[in-house]
């Protein structure tokens, strides 16, 4: 079993993230012509740089990028156009967060940073810059906060006085806080307030699921506990980190085990960590990582396994190592099965 569960998750640990889906929608060879089709949805960064497309399932795919094409556009939408950004980054697929009297678009690096962008028509694509850095001044080490998005976003709406004191409280630069921010300017700056063309919907993705899972104690675990097996029913919810990636979720939950022999004295686990879970419909891969808060965090368990999925309903195995992060052994391997069901 310790074996089987082992390969299994080195096999899935090379391709899981690599795992895309075609999704409806269509590209814009200029802003006017549109062709309708499928696009392969990737990470955040990938559809920045290129986009695959196909009109129907029996066409070669072909890919384009921010130079060939003026943008493309997801059914459910996604909204992407070829922007110029510097000499550093050149020319890439910005994705639209607002599209109206002030836009707003977002672009996350090979690095995972979130990169927040605003444009008006009279005025260039400039980056909102809010990363706080460390500086170090007489051997002291401080942290040095970053505004300098707030004088941005002053200027580019100084013609709304209205708007000012939500710039003093915009304290977190995020999907969230820039759309609200945007759909504000545009309530206070158009007379029939119907001046925003695209705001992204950014509604969290909440799922609820119920596992029934074993775990096999190895070595001396077996012996201490003085049983080879226990089992437990685990109930978990799931959070959305669409921030970071669409297929990236948090979760937390409660273990209940059913044995008269535990080797931990507690019946209760409380897992905390988070899944990359493909919202595409079928077969994919499954991923997590998570901590036991029942233990004090000596408990992790690093998982892997298949899912398929139909309507708001996921059904889901996997198979986890179970490690103590103390003394760095295995105490066991854990196969699980269950169902996911998206409530929101």
């Not at 003093?168 to 759309?179: D, I």
């Amino acid at each position: 079993m310790k074996l089987n569960c082992t390969l299994l998750l080195i096999a899935i640990s090379t391709i899981v993230f690599a795992q895309n889906e075609w999704k409806p929608g269509y590209i814009l060879k200029t802003q006017q012509d549109t062709i309708w089709g499928s696009l392969q949805n990737k990470n955040y960064n990938e559809n920045s740089h290129a986009i695959t497309f196909r009109t129907d399932e029996n066409e070669q795919p072909s890919t384009y990028l921010p130079d060939d094409i003026y943008g493309y556009r997801f059914k459910e939408g996604k909204f992407y156009v070829s922007k110029y950004v510097d000499s550093t980054v050149g020319r890439i697929f910005l994705e639209y967060l607002v599209n109206g009297e002030l836009d707003v678009f977002f672009y996350q690096d090979q690095t995972g940073d979130n990169h927040y962008f605003v444009k008006k028509d009279n005025l260039p694509l400039k980056e909102l810059k809010y990363k706080d850095k460390f500086v170090r001044k007489d051997g002291i080490r401080y942290l040095l906060e970053n505004n300098q998005y707030k004088g941005l976003l002053s200027y580019y709406t100084k013609e709304t006085s209205g708007i000012k004191k939500d710039i003093t409280r915009l304290n977190n630069v995020n999907h969230k806080s820039l759309v609200k921010f945007a759909k504000k300017y545009h309530e206070l700056s158009c007379e029939d307030g119907n001046c925003m063309v695209y705001g992204k919907k950014l509604k969290r993705k909440i799922f609820a699921a119920i596992h029934h899972g074993s775990l096999f104690y190895t070595g001396r675990y077996s012996k201490e506990s003085n049983t080879s097996q226990d089992s437990y029913i685990s109930v978990k919810t799931y959070f959305q980190q669409f921030e970071q990636s669409e297929k990236l979720f948090t979760f937390i939950g409660v273990n209940t085990f059913y044995s008269r022999h535990l080797y931990y004295p507690y019946r209760i686990g409380i897992p905390v960590g988070f899944e990359y879970i493909n919202p595409k419909k079928g077969f994919s891969l499954n991923g997590s990582y998570s901590l036991d808060l029942a233990s004090f965090f000596i408990i992790n368990n690093l998982g892997g396994g298949i899912n398929y999925k139909s309507g708001n309903l996921i059904i889901q195995t996997k198979c986890s190592l179970v490690i103590n992060l103390v003394s760095f052994d295995m105490v066991g391997v854990s196969p699980l099965f269950g169902i996911i069901y998206n409530i929101r």
